[in-house]
């Protein structure tokens, strides 16, 4: 029980900082004013592999991670309207991301169905930016209506919302981890059982 319980811990680890480097390296990969994120990789992985908590665990991490961003002189136009609430919401998107998608995968691996895990991995890799893209968007037309509008200058605000700010952005992460995490779920569930 203890080696199962510090082999869950040391892999969780290893993701948060996969987590940490890919979030950094995100900032750098921009389309617009749009960081694309591949954080959401390591989240699914980590979701699937080591469950739902796991993967809020490592959504905490990517949250903090922008936040710590924010707070270092990375400010965008919702940091810089309401501090709290924009830290609020980067918390609750990535844990939730991580959570949900834990959810679905586990939903799948554990029916009686044939490739269970595999159609749980892919379950996994769309929930997930499908929840962190929907919570932000959910705060975009609540907390932040106001800059939203403002930011839009007179264009739709509900494409504005879905195709400025989240479209390439979300088909990114949605494509990326519908290709390479059932992948490496595959790889790490047939690594765990053969040990």
Known sequence: MKKINVQ???????????VVVLQYIGNFIKFGSVSISLVL??????????GPSAGAILGGVFGAVIIIGYLSGNADFLWLANPVATAIVCIIKGCGAGFVSGLAYKFFATRNIKS????????????????????????????????LISIAGGTNTVYFAFVVLAGVNFIVELAVNVVLAPVIVGIMNAVRVRR
């Not at 869950?8 to 996969?18: F, N, P, Y």
């Open 41 to 50: 990789l390591p989240i699914v992985v980590g979701a699937a592999i080591y």
């Open 8 to 18: 869950k811990l040391v892999g969780i680890a290893m993701l948060a900082a996969i």
């Open 116 to 147: 269970g895990r595999v159609i749980g991995a892919y379950s996994a890799a769309v929930v997930c930016p499908v929840v962190n893209t929907g919570i932000f968007l959910l705060a975009m037309f609540t907390i932040f209506r106001e800059q």
